[in-house]
């Protein structure tokens, strides 16, 4: 029940009534008209833009339209008052009676309150973490993880048919440094001293597990082949072996692809997809023979002053058309890429979405230029960029790993804090702005403790109902009876308060679907939990406003409906962050 979405539908019908009156003409485009929740709350309950946007088109001042609009507004449903506002917002207050249907639904759909069909099914890709299979994942790779995750989650709950994705980059120089530093853990494994790790080469003691794997299965017998025999047979083996450690990675953070695809897979088998992709933009004038000018200002790593294979990029938004083969033959990264992408394209998907870490920044309108010419502009991908994670422990920067030699890794730092603070402290905040994890104050039990203050929330009013149910044991307080509770007890403003606040919920769900941002649920979370808390505290001072009182069963269960409201709500926007709605902290 989006009672924004109900409320824009009698903003439409206001509309077309005065078209019918004449009193505006007919043909406006109404796709711009929102209808919100007041930046202030003091305005009313609901705000709409419909004045302001229709000015221009229909040749009237904002002002002069919201006169009329609100007059037909005031006829509609629950409307108790309408206000005009500045240059032409109108402003809408509606009677604490719609509220409480609004609960009774809640109370009713339960975890499943805010679910929608907005996606109606549309294929979704998003594809995220894809990590190089080079050693464990750090607390960067983390970061995208978590939010890729949630985000599949949201959009899944917002009836997207979503696909979860990893591009395993098993392909190109750093895999045959992987194997090469494997190759050195290898002859130690069989006695060797290797003395220093190289320069160059992966120092972390992960690799010592590869190694002995080697040496158990092959014996002395790699160190009598050449570099072109061993090479390919330990890269194999160093790869599945660090798959097979990113994936559980992954598992102690709750999060599990559907599919892993390889770089490798896309020129493997005698099918050559990159060549074919560059084939099919050939035959659409899109690539051609020629040669790019040198860049201005800073280098550009891709430009060669010769004769070369050029996607025309610019001609979809890109600043410069870009190269596909290397001098020496080989294809660019940008040409696999862009045989990925078609290979998505060719699934079925409409909607791409790719997260990836804030340096790749520079890669994003290359890859938007590449799905537009390779679906002719009828597939949209969105990039999702993840900005840095500083780790530090109050307040102090967290010293390297020893078992990664360079970073500390994330399952260092889920087995020390656990899934939920880190899955939660990695979308409180905007995925494009830098995040400061704190290891020792996401484990503070304490409001500045984003996690701890939401789900203390959902297990303080699970408690109400293990109060209730010892209080008064003849209570019936399953779903049937708070469904039928006189809710038109609940009159006290906090209340009435957290009732409109459960209200934006399916609202929030489907702009955070929208704009794939799942950081809005989270916002949204600790807001609730903020409000329910008030409350909470509110009958600590006044006995009358407590939960619970004995002798009014009726004020009881309707008090009851309105914490499982909260609950439900909680439970279901954790569920989509992947965080655990705690029954009771201790």
């Not at 307080?477 to 469904?483: E, F, K, N, Q």
């Not at 006044?542 to 909260?566: C, K, M, Q, W, Y």
């Amino acid at each position: 029940m989006n009672v924004f979405s109900i409320y824009l539908g009698h903003v439409h019908d206001a509309l077309n009534a005065l078209v019918k009156d004449g009193a505006i003409p007919a043909g406006l485009d109404f796709s711009r008209i929102v209808v919100e929740p007041p930046k202030d709350e003091t305005h009313g309950d609901l705000a709409t833009n419909a004045a302001m946007v229709l000015a221009k088109d229909a040749k009237q001042k904002p002002r002069e339209i919201a006169e009329k609009l609100a007059a037909k507004l005031k006829a509609a449903p629950h409307v108790a008052k309408v206000e005009v506002a500045g240059p032409g917002f109108i402003n809408l207050s509606l009677d604490a009676s719609f509220w409480l249907e609004v609960l009774r639904a809640a109370i009713g759909s339960g975890k499943d309150f805010g679910r929608t069909e907005m996606g109606r099914g549309e294929k979704v890709n998003v594809e995220y973490v894809s990590a190089n299979p080079t050693g464990p994942m750090h607390v960067g790779h983390g970061r995208g993880a978590v939010f890729g995750d949630a985000l599949a989650r949201l959009l899944a709950f917002a009836g997207y048919d979503v696909a979860r994705e990893y591009y395993i980059n098993d392909a190109g120089a750093q895999v045959d440094v992987l194997a090469r530093s494997a190759f050195l853990r290898y002859r130690e494994a069989l006695g060797d001293e290797i003395g220093e790790i190289p320069e160059g080469l992966y120092p972390g003691d992960y690799l010592i597990p590869v190694g002995k794997v080697l040496a158990e299965t092959h014996g002395r017998a790699l160190l009598q082949k050449p570099d072109g025999d061993w090479l390919p047979i330990v890269r194999e083996t160093a790869i599945n072996m660090m798959m097979d450690m990113i994936r559980e990675d992954l598992a102690s953070l709750e999060i599990r692809h559907e599919v892993f695809f390889s770089e490798r897979s896309l020129t493997a088998g005698g099918k050559d997809k990159v060549a074919e992709t560059i084939e099919f933009l050939r035959q659409a004038g899109h690539v051609y023979e020629g040669r790019l000018p040198p860049p201005k200002g800073a280098p550009v790593e891709d430009w060669e002053d010769r004769e070369q294979t050029l996607f025309r990029a610019t001609a979809f938004g890109d600043d410069v058309d870009r190269p596909l083969m290397k001098s020496d033959g080989s294809y660019t990264y940008f040409a696999a890429d862009m045989a990925y992408h078609r290979d998505k394209i060719e699934r079925g998907f409409r909607t791409l979405i790719d997260v990836w870490g804030a340096d790749h920044g520079g890669y994003v309108k290359r890859m938007n230029a590449a799905v537009k010419a390779l679906s002719a502009g009828k597939v949209t991908l969105d990039v999702k960029l993840c900005q840095l994670v500083r780790l530090l422990r109050a307040g102090e920067p967290v010293k390297m790993s020893k078992r990664a030699g360079s970073f500390v890794t994330l399952r260092e730092v889920v087995d020390e804090v656990g899934v939920d603070p880190v899955r939660f402290m990695m979308l409180f905040r905007k995925n494009d702005a830098q995040l400061d994890f704190d290891l020792a104050k996401v484990i503070e039990q304490s409001r500045d403790n984003p996690v701890f203050y939401v789900q203390y929330a959902h297990a303080r009013g699970r408690s109400v109902f293990r109060n209730a149910k010892e209080t008064l044991p003849s209570l019936d307080a399953g779903i049937p009876a708070l469904g039928e509770a006189d809710l038109s007890l609940l009159s006290d403003e906090a209340e009435l308060g957290l009732v409109k606040k459960l209200a934006q919920w399916p609202r929030l769900v489907e702009s955070a679907a929208e704009f794939h941002e799942p950081h809005r649920v989270a916002f949204y979370l600790y807001d609730l939990a903020s409000a329910f808390h008030s409350l909470w505290n509110k009958g600590k001072d006044a006995p009358h406003l407590r939960f619970i009182i004995e002798d009014n069963t009726r004020l009881t269960l309707a008090r009851l409906s309105l914490v499982h409201g909260l609950v439900a709500v909680l439970a279901s926007g954790l569920a989509i962050l992947g965080v655990r709605a705690a029954e009771e902290m201790r």
